[in-house]
């Protein structure tokens, strides 16, 4: 049975799981040992370990040396030395690559690509631990968010491949009526063919989940892909490329369909991302290259999904200890380093309804202190939540925001139970007011959160409307017992085209999205002009080639 | 019933169509009066004739004065006068009018579109006496292209935006299992969102053909939308307007989700083009304005369609004199005047097999010459396939082409039997060498076509690749009986991104593309970026905003 027969019902279930939108996975989120292997996490952590102080194995065109640019927020010293390559000769070997691939058409595409998903989804702990000394993730959140939650991404990524290529028939038969002659018949050929060389650029905090969507969608629509990373988090993504490459060999396909180019040096990637054959590209990060990207790499479709002013407003509640419990722990998580952690709390001045009484603005500010302090300072959890600190310009901003406003908590340093480096440090929070808008209207990436007294409810749907349209959004959040405030706030989620979670008090956090259910990104504000996802992520990246002759 | 319901059958059978790629349409392309009524041409003729010198009747916003651009190359005096509007009023208007659209949901407005589809329909011989007066088309190909097979385009952009829709549920219960724990549940509603004004920007050749297909796209995923008709061919924009704002009052709608807007100006079509509320742009033009476009309007997505080089490689035939006809049929319809037309035959020097035995490159540029030669001189029919010269830079450009190369047929005014002032001309063929690569790399819209001797059929396929590549094409052409040939010129058009038409020898021409079967342009070449109709055309038209909350 070829690959695509046999992967063929976890296609079926993805296709069908993104239609209906309920929950979905075939990849347990927890790291159970009785779904993953006793030995599993031990595994992948050796894995890794063995990775440590060697050259990677990875063989491809161009190489012009080594290079180890990963320094952990751990305090690992990882010193894994990877092959930079030569721009061209990567363009070069992809373009040579670019015919064996299409010419596997798109049940032979997607076979392949499942079977290395599957292969990477046995190997979750490998590329979790990965993740987590590059990233600076908690381990429980690097397992999920490299592991299932992206993989999850990947395979809804190739299932929206297959329905947009599905949708063109190979062949079809026309035949039409000429009154009394004989008909015009003609046989029609439709082929699927990739736009051209797919470029796809890493961040530094989730170098898989924002990754897998744009790879998997490049590849499994014709395309092949230079994989990009971070140069602080490679190695979840060299140990993808190495599986895809892997599974490629072991077709008979020439490997380098899947290339990795590691590179410190920004004029690297900007070679790659204006060279005239590439034809898209996938980017996530910051706003100054992402709008770098868009402005000079006009050869080719850029996918971007960059900063934004993430908000949620405070109207009134009746679950308040809930709901303070949910957003304190929504800015705790990897310490706010995620692109959908909210940034600005919107409150009026006057205060709140609640199931408490009325809360001051104040007493707001200083009771969501207290559960953020609770949180970040509960030795049994804290760690593992706010993980570690990616870079020292997050660092550098936490120092900053603490001269700005009124501090309502502090930052201070964390020490990590099992890392004594580990660059860790917890939350700062900051009381605003309206009038502080050059402030809070800027992003501030990093586990800083702004308070920001506003005139009234009303004032701050309208000012989060205006930030939105202007700065973008990936969420959005409100708290409201008023159904006709929620209607506005929907309304003004319309207008601004952002995802809104409602009065979140459970187990879900606005910065989160789940596959197959929730649409990460709108695409439609200034944050991201793509999502994962929908048919307009993968559709445009192929074209239809049609031949046509009389039968 | 309402208007969805009541045409779903249509819709259905439309992506039913448009998912098997057989012959299909709803509406007949033979004007025969059993079909469209016994006085349904003199009716369109005189309403249209009803029109002459006096103001359109179209009440719009901002509208600063009268203006009646056309000029008919048929000489017919028109006169007809369209209010130009303040390119910022029709912006106001269009996001006044779009919350009342964005609130009609999929249904509603794909109800209402094929409702207002059905009523230009029953309008055919207006928009067809419209577009054959403002286009120089001949009266039955400004049918069948104003008309029906417009019409066509339009239900078929419908349909694929009803598609990529409809992928879309209106909501989900998402039911998380934790364990012992009660699930988490969270009900999830996804509302499909325009993403604001789009601006429509039609040719002066094919006024609805080539603009239905944006602006039918366009609406029914929630934009509200301006159609910039060209100067030149304004009428059959203004009549579809029309029909789709009397609908939209009828049903209680603002009518300004449409509204047209007529200038000769370039920096109003400029000022529209460049408004930060236009998020979509579809372009039918020419090269220079098309990179316009591209290169300063950058906040829409722009669908462009502009010029190419297309091209058709005569490697040998077993059918010589049907190949001929063919041929001249091809370089004769509408004068050479669509941007499908070929302009380059690419012969190798030495000759091609034939199954009237060899045929020199001198012999086949004689036999073709004589072909158009006779179409263009039978009294019958010259007028009717030629048409008329739609503008006098057409005019210029087959003087100057009589000025290049070796003339093998030249061209000379043509009487019109009905319209004396017609400007009208027979076509012009130029022998060229593979040498005058200036010449023939360049597009040079109309009359205009160059047979090009060239070193072996290889080089034909590998120059043709080349151009393609750099110019891009909307068609290519094949004639070989070596199934080894085809295949090469197959790869060919894969690499090249561009259809492909084979042997072509009977009733149907390379310059003609059925909706529903063909794909009218790939979107993959320089030619065009986008494709009548794929699900590329359409899902990027709209985003899902999604909204969440417990249950």
Chains 1, 2 share one sequence.
Request: hydrophobic share 45%; glycine share 8%.
């Amino acid at each position: 049975m070829n690959l695509f027969d046999t992967h063929r019902p976890l296609l079926d279930a993805a296709l069908h799981a993104a239609r209906t939108r309920g929950h979905w996975t075939p990849f347990p989120e927890m790291p159970s040992p009785a779904v993953y292997g006793e030995t599993a996490q031990a595994d992948g952590e050796a894995a890794v370990a063995a990775l440590f102080g060697r050259d990677y194995p990875l063989a491809q065109p161009g190489e012009t040396g080594r290079v180890a640019p990963e320094r952990s927020p751990y305090g690992v010293k990882l010193d894994i030395r990877y092959p930079e390559c030569e721009p061209q000769a990567l363009v070069a070997a992809a373009l040579a690559a670019e015919p064996g691939w299409q010419a596997m058409g798109p049940k032979g595409r997607v076979g392949l690509l499942l079977e290395a998903l599957l292969r990477i989804h046995r190997r979750s702990h490998e590329l979790a631990r990965a993740a987590m000394l590059t990233t600076g993730q908690g381990a429980l959140m690097a397992f999920q968010s490299a592991g299932p939650h992206a993989q999850d991404r990947a395979l809804e990524a190739i299932a929206y491949a297959w329905k947009a290529m599905d949708d063109v028939p190979a062949e079809a038969l026309w035949d039409k009526p000429q009154g009394k002659h004989p008909s015009l018949v003609m046989r029609k050929q439709f082929e699927i063919v990739g736009r051209g060389v797919a470029l796809v650029i890493g961040c530094a905090t989730f170098p898989t989940w924002n990754t897998y969507p744009g790879l998997f969608a490049a590849l499994a629509t014709g395309n092949p892909a230079i994989v990009k990373p971070h140069p602080q988090s490679v190695l979840p993504a060299a140990l993808t490329v190495s599986v895809l490459r892997e599974v490629l060999a072991e077709q008979g396909l020439d490997p380098n369909v899947v290339t990795l180019a590691v590179s410190e040096r920004p004029e690297v990637t900007q070679a790659l991302a204006t060279h005239p054959a590439v034809a898209s590209i996938d980017f996530t990060g910051g706003n100054a290259f992402g709008r770098w990207l868009l402005e000079h790499a006009r050869q080719a479709r850029v996918y971007a999904e960059m900063a934004g002013v993430n908000t949620v407003v405070v109207e009134s509640t009746d679950q308040y200890a809930a709901m303070l419990q949910n957003l304190a722990f929504s800015l705790c998580l990897y310490s706010g380093q995620m692109c959908t952690t909210t940034q600005n709390l919107l409150v009026p001045r006057e205060g709140i309804r609640t199931d408490e009484g009325h809360k001051s603005f104040e007493q707001f500010g200083q009771d969501l202190a207290a559960a953020v302090n609770k949180l970040a300072t509960n030795p049994k959890i804290a760690s593992s939540v706010l993980g570690a600190i990616v870079s020292r310009d997050v660092w550098h901003r936490v120092d900053a925001a603490q001269g700005v406003g009124r501090t309502l908590l502090a930052s201070r340093p964390l020490p990590h139970p099992e890392f004594p480096e580990a660059q860790a440090r917890t939350p700062v929070i900051v009381a605003l007011d309206q009038a502080d808008a050059a402030i809070y209207r800027m992003e501030c990436f990093g586990p800083i959160s702004y308070v920001v007294a506003v005139d009234s409810a009303q004032a701050a749907a309208q000012l989060a409307e205006d930030m939105i349209r202007e700065h973008g959004a990936l969420t959005l959040g409100v708290y409201s017992t008023d159904e006709a405030f929620i209607g506005r706030m929907e309304g003004m989620g319309r207008r601004a085209r952002v995802a809104l979670s409602v009065n979140l008090t459970q187990g879900v956090y606005v910065n989160q999205a789940a596959a197959f259910s929730d649409y990460h990104g709108s695409g439609g504000n200034p944050a991201a002009n793509a999502s994962y996802t929908t048919l307009a992520f993968v559709a445009d990246r192929f074209v239809v080639v049609q031949r046509r002759r009389h039968v």
